[in-house]
Nanobody, 126 residues
Framework: QVQLVESGGGLVQAGDSLRLSCAAS????????MAWFRQAPGKEREFVAA????????YYADSVKGRFTLSGDNAKNTVYLQMNSLKPEDTAVYYC???????????????????WGQGTQVTVSS
């Protein structure tokens, strides 16, 4: 069984930075892509950032471009999300996701991913 474990969330003030980490553990696992999503209270889960390991392409939601940076290590199935200039509207539970095979859907669609972490809370106060 594959598990994704997130860490690094917390309570910060607007303008501060946080770094989230996500590591896959369990049986031998090779991901094709990994991503971060977030879900605020009363809202649907939304795409934040993704990386497709083949070619190293990275994608970001417009709302986080220029502030968030996704990095990672394919061999370790680990991704990081560096979040700078945080805003109160970034407050959400952040989820790590992974897909183990090439997909025909979209990197920003939750249905593309077949593994999910439990989430880590990020709260940004004004």
């Amino acid at each position: 069984q594959v598990q994704l474990v997130e860490s690094g969330g917390g309570l910060v003030q607007a303008g501060d930075s946080l770094r989230l980490s996500c590591a896959a553990s369990g049986r031998t696992f090779s991901s094709y892509a990994m991503a971060w999503f977030r879900q605020a209270p009363g809202k649907e889960r939304e795409f934040v950032a993704a990386i497709i390991w083949s070619g190293g392409r990275r994608y970001y939601a417009d709302s986080v471009k220029g502030r968030f940076t996704l990095s990672g290590d394919n061999a370790k199935n680990t991704v990081y999300l560096q979040m700078n200039s945080l805003k109160p509207e970034d407050t959400a539970v952040y989820y790590c996701a992974a897909v183990s095979r090439p997909f025909s859907g979209y990197y920003y669609n939750t249905r593309t991913y077949n593994y999910w972490g439990q989430g880590t809370q990020v709260t940004v106060s004004s």
